[in-house]
């Protein structure tokens, strides 16, 4: 099936950033969000004799009451929209109970809250037209409760993929289609200090991603190697094992 009107959320750098590079080179027409309009706006000068037609706008998540206006507004200026990635996604966070719980708050607000507002807003467009792929960018740290400082970033990456499971039990057989990915560290500002020989970079990383997205497979690990094992260890390995590898 054809989804040649894309919206991405967080489109103004890392993993949003290198979809929409990716989709405009295809030929696709996208609505890109971002906080940071002036980083759209260059994209949008860089892309726009690639893609069909780009339509770019401001966006925070964390606002829920603007999230089905910037999405609505987009339709309209797109005719309708095929697909919506919801990537926009914060990784902040601090060990539970240091004093320092804005930083967690803010990351649950965002990766979740937000993320939850911006489901609401691509299904309400979905619903009304019978059709659709809603793409979920959760995170390899949903699968299992990570500690320390990633503590919360994990849970709000837990729940959106629960989130995403709920909707493919309703859906089954409809022509809304939904997916989780589940990218493991790859080379992004979110991921920058990490020391890990795990690592992949960009452009790998991107092309996974994209590769994993257009396939509209429920769940989806990427890049693939390592990270299918890690998956399968993570979930069906003792406690008393899975606890050191994290």
Sequence with gaps: MSRNKILITGASSGLGE?????????????????????????????LGGQASQIAVAGLDVTDVDTVPIVFGALREELGGLDRVIVNAGLGKGAPIG?????????????????????????????????????????????????????????????????????????????????????????STDINAGVKTRMMTDLDSGVTALVAAIDSERDRTVVPRWPWTAIDLALRHLPATITRRMV
């Design 98 to 186: 240091t004093g320092k719980a804005h930083a967690n708050l803010q990351t649950v607000q965002t990766n979740l809250i937000g993320a939850l507002a911006q489901v609401e807003a691509a299904m309400e467009i979905f619903r009304a037209q019978n059709s659709g792929h809603l793409v979920l960018i959760s995170s390899m740290s949903a699968v299992h409760g990570l500690p320390r400082a990633q503590a919360a970033y994990s849970a709000s990456k837990a729940g959106l993929s629960a989130l995403g499971e709920g909707l493919q039990a309703e859906l089954a057989g409809s022509p809304i289609k939904v997916s989780v990915i589940l990218p493991g560290y790859i």
């Design 18 to 46: 290198g979809m929409a590079r990716s989709y405009a080179a295809q030929g696709h027409a996208l609505a890109l969000c971002a906080r940071r309009v002036e980083r759209l706006d260059k994209l949008k000068a860089e």
